[in-house]
């Protein structure tokens, strides 16, 4: 039988970077703080709207359906910041649109995962709060972006959708560690402790 130092040796490369990453006592304690606040607030949603936003109607969590609107939208911004244009600033109105779309829809994709994420222990726990907090600069980048485009900065603008949809591909990879590894909304609903 193979001891657990043999065992993580031959982890796929994704399993290797999340322990990395998440293997810390401090981030233990963060998480088990904001949990418990987070429990707290769920506690003060009337419950027909926590069973919506949790995706009992459906059978399944909202959070991963929701995700695309703003991942894809972000990846659309920036083909069109960065595509040949036929003439100077012929994509802007187009990208801002995107952008201003997208960044709205990161909202209700915030809000359901952290309500999955609630429910989390041990790594999974961990390896959430990073997911999360790394989405949660993306979205503020973004916003960011969006008045910095609307000041007429687009240079500044394109620097920082680039750098919150960066964040939230790493994000993302995290989040599909959660799923993959931990099993995380995996079962019919979230009215049981994953991870």
């Known amino acids: 039988m193979l001891n657990q130092t043999a065992l993580k040796s031959h982890q796929p490369p994704a399993y290797a970077l999340e322990d990395a990453v998440s293997?810390?006592?401090a981030l233990e304690i963060a998480a088990g703080t904001l949990q418990g606040l987070l429990k707290g607030a769920e506690g003060a949603l009337p419950p027909a709207l926590l069973d919506a936003l949790q995706g009992e109607g459906v059978g399944h969590p909202l959070h991963p359906v929701l995700v695309?609107?703003?991942?894809g939208g972000w990846v659309g911004v920036a083909a069109l910041d960065h595509l040949p244009a036929p003439a100077p600033g012929a994509y802007d109105r187009a990208a801002d649109a995107a952008l201003l779309l997208s960044?709205?829809?990161?909202?209700?994709t915030i809000g359901t995962g952290w309500l999955d994420w609630a429910n989390t222990r041990g790594e999974a726990r961990r390896t959430g709060l990073i997911h999360g907090a790394l989405n949660e600069v993306a979205f503020f980048l973004n916003v960011g972006s969006l008045f910095a485009r609307r000041r007429g900065r687009r240079g500044l603008g394109r620097v920082l959708s680039g750098g919150g949809l960066g964040l939230a591909v790493a994000g993302g990879s995290l989040g599909g560690e959660l799923v993959y590894r931990h099993g995380l909304g995996v079962g019919r609903t979230l009215a049981h402790r994953q991870g």
């Open 68 to 71: 695309h609107l703003p991942l």
């Open 103 to 108: 960044t709205l829809g990161a909202v209700g």
């Open 23 to 25: 293997d810390h006592d």
